[in-house]
């Protein structure tokens, strides 16, 4: 039987709705949702009940939404699709496990155009409220692609021409003086451990992103959104 989970929060509510891929079973509400819901069960219900729903100190914002986990697409598939473009970015994930991070580098994602986030299935988080909500919404728009083996999927990437361009704080490669390629694959590992070396060995370049030495490192979500902007910059979308 298919799980269910829950997704709170206007934004991660909202576009779930919208989202036609996604199956919503019922929203429930504390007040008068300012967007229209059509066609699914809206309850409304006391905010005490919407708090005891969630993890303590959840952000809901006075409504709730019953949902079925997304089906994603598979790497082959968004490789597919991504074949038929000249220009692409991917961001992959190196065994990054707080789905506060994830969701993060979602919402950057979408807000940067890149066409998916590829991650190690055994590494990585389910599709959780605490995602869904960092993301925004970005869920419903950005692929989250599960591989089995990561070097394979770079290898795989490699194949339908994307270069992938790993980040280390011990490179001599400052990222904001590399020309990024036309398909370019991001790839980032977790916080304190980094890139594990075979991932290294298997990126065609290993950059830095330039900061005051003051500071050792950006969080994982910041360094991604760095890296998407580069991009960016040098292939223009918008």
């Not at 905010?47 to 939404?65: C, E, F, T, W």
């Not at 598939?77 to 190196?94: I, P, R, W, Y």
């Not at 692609?145 to 280390?168: E, I, S, Y």
């Not at 594990?196 to 950006?218: V, W």
Request: hydrophobic content about 40%; some cysteine; charged content about 15%.
């Amino acid at each position: 039987m298919t799980k269910e989970l829950l997704l709170y929060g206007l934004h991660a509510v909202e576009e779930a709705l919208n989202n036609p891929a996604r199956c919503v079973i019922e929203v429930l509400s504390c007040g008068n949702p300012p967007f229209k819901i059509k066609g699914i069960p809206l309850k409304n219900v006391p905010r005490g009940q919407l708090d005891k729903l969630l993890p303590q100190g959840a952000v809901h914002q006075g409504i709730v939404a019953r949902v079925k986990p997304l089906t994603q697409p598979s790497l082959e598939e968004v490789l597919s699709t991504l074949d038929k473009k000249s220009e692409a970015q991917v961001l992959v994930l190196d065994q990054v496990t707080d789905p506060h991070n994830i969701g993060a580098l979602l919402r950057s994602a979408l807000g940067f155009y890149a066409s998916a986030l590829i991650v190690p299935d055994a590494h990585c988080p389910e599709e959780t409220a605490t995602l869904a909500k960092t993301a925004s919404g970005a869920l419903e728009h950005v692929p989250l692609v599960r591989v089995g083996n990561l070097a394979r999927a770079l290898d795989t990437l490699k194949q339908h021409h994307f270069w992938c361009v790993g980040l280390a704080g011990n490179s001599q490669t400052n990222l904001s003086t590399l020309k990024l390629p036309a398909k370019t694959a991001f790839v980032l590992g977790a916080e304190g451990q980094g890139l594990r070396p075979l991932t290294i060995k298997n990126c065609d370049y290993i950059g830095f992103i330039p900061m005051n030495p003051q500071l050792e490192s950006f969080n994982v979500s910041n360094a991604g959104a760095v890296m998407m902007y580069e991009w960016i910059k040098q292939h223009p979308v918008a």
